[in-house]
């Protein structure tokens, strides 16, 4: 594993390892290891230099939250913004709980994109009206409501 | 109404006070108020779906009553929305509450 600025390249064990972590991270080092025919402390020392270099950012559980009972909205909300103050807009709205993801994007203006959460319809609205509209440089807000899910996943690494 | 309260229903709000017009759940026209003055110009010249999206959620009395703490011009635009005006009668109507109300508590402020 070599370190490039802040490219890490990684060899082909490394690529199997990440690909068999995104399928399923709760498999053991010995499953790894005999899916790869290596001993399961190689497996262990590439995934712990992994997590080190920042590779690997982290171990989660994706919930269905449905299932649990826990109702909320989620809406697409993109800020047109004064180019001078996009910077603090996105970070501030990255600090907020209600904001799930923040990127921005340069089409024909600068704009911030972001994914927000909200209990229902008022919750959403409250927020948007409350903490971002007022934010220095926030120039209009178009939010769409999402109704229906068809896929959500991450992009699953291609071995190279 | 003491000179003070009216000073206070006619002062300049901090932004984060401010009212913003949107014209649906979410959709903020980037047109806001931060006085009684304001409000009125821009019930004048606003967007009138943003005028009608306000009006019957209720956001309009709320913030006179809560922000300006003006409890007289809450009442008077909940009547109105009880008309059920739409369009550009809702847009007259209601801005002839607010600018009455304006010109009367300038007036008042003036002595």
């Known amino acids: 594993m070599k370190l490039k600025k802040q490219t890490i390249s990684l060899d082909s064990l490394d690529w199997n390892i990440l690909q068999a972590l995104q399928g399923n991270a709760k498999q053991t080092y010995t499953e790894i290891g005999l899916r ?50 996009s910077e603090n807009v996105a970070k501030k709205l990255s600090e907020a709980k209600e904001v799930v993801e923040v990127s921005t994007s340069l089409s024909e203006e600068l704009l911030i994109i972001a994914k927000v959460v909200a209990k229902d319809q008022d919750a959403l609205h409250s927020f948007i009206a409350q903490k971002v509209a007022p934010l220095p440089g926030v120039l209009r807000i178009r939010t769409s409501i999402i109704t229906r899910k068809y896929k959500q996943e991450e992009l699953l690494i291609e071995k190279k | 109404m003491t000179p003070s309260s009216v000073a206070r229903i006619l002062r300049k709000l901090p932004r984060e006070n401010a009212f913003y017009f949107f014209t649906s759940i979410g959709n903020y026209t980037g047109e806001n108020a931060a006085s009684l003055e304001e409000f009125v110009d821009k ?69």
Not at chain 1, 57 to 75: F, H, N, P, Q, R
Not at chain 2, 73 to 97: F, T, W
């Open chain 2, 43 to 111: 019930v004048r010249e606003g967007n009138i779906k943003s005028l009608e999206f306000h009006l019957y959620r209720g956001d309009f009395e709320k913030w006179v009553a809560e922000v300006l703490e003006d409890g007289e011009l809450a009442e008077e635009i909940e009547n109105l929305k009880n008309l059920k005006p739409v369009g550009d009668a809702l847009r007259s109507q209601l801005y002839l509450v607010v600018s009455k109300r304006f010109e009367k508590l300038k007036s008042e402020f003036r002595g």
């Open chain 1, 36 to 85: 790869f025919g290596v001993a399961h402390s190689t497996v262990y020392d590439r995934i712990r230099r992994m997590e080190e270099n920042g590779v690997i950012k982290k171990y989660t559980a994706v919930v269905d939250l449905e299932k649990i009972g826990v109702k909320y909205i989620t809406a697409i909300m993109t800020v047109f913004t004064d180019p001078k103050e």
